[in-house]
């Protein structure tokens, strides 16, 4: 009886451990489909015949250059935060100029999933002339959502949805 209860156990690890894969291996965050982590050569090649703007390279100087960021954001910006001043901080929609922006960093270093505090992942989601860069806290709060578009084969942020607390 015991030698069957231990077969059993083994199996059913073997089965768990050959069914999961890390989400950082798959290029996937957890439950939202493909998520493209970084470019390629091949990426490039496609850029250059495309003309399309490759987003990859386009968010890092996004993040890294504040000239290069205001250039890149529609403005005035319509966005979704919670209300502070709300019991509830239910989400308002505000109007953000240029001159009230504050520079915004979406780089991301795999290290964020295990640090002690403020844990979360990001990931791409793309569609035809879209891209979604979606934040996802860990047991903390952070949720975010920065909504980007391809316009004249350049990205541009077009709005954002802001929800933690």
């Known amino acids: 009886m015991k030698i069957s209860n231990l077969t059993f156990f083994c199996f059913f690890a073997l089965f768990l451990l050959s069914c999961t894969e890390s989400t950082e291996k798959k290029g996937r965050m957890p439950g939202k489909g493909k998520v493209k982590m970084e470019a390629s050569p091949v990426d490039s090649e496609e850029e250059a ?41 239910a989400p308002m929609e505000e109007i953000i100029g240029r001159y009230d922006w504050e520079l915004l960093d979406l780089t991301y270093d795999s290290t964020y999933l295990t640090r002690p505090y403020d844990q979360y992942y990001q990931g791409v989601r793309y569609r035809n002339d879209t891209a979604v860069v979606e934040i996802r806290g860990i047991n903390n709060g952070i949720y975010a959502d920065y909504y980007f578009m391809l316009i004249d084969e350049k990205w541009y942020l077009v709005t954002l949805y802001e929800a933690s607390f």
């Not at 015949?49 to 996004?62: A, C, M, T, V, Y």
């Not at 504040?66 to 979704?80: A, D, G």
């Open 49 to 89: 015949l495309s003309g399309k703007e490759n987003f990859d390279q386009f968010i890092r100087k996004f993040s890294t250059q504040e000239s290069f960021q205001l250039e890149r954001i529609k403005f005035p910006i319509n966005v979704i935060i919670p209300d502070a001043e709300h019991e509830g901080m």
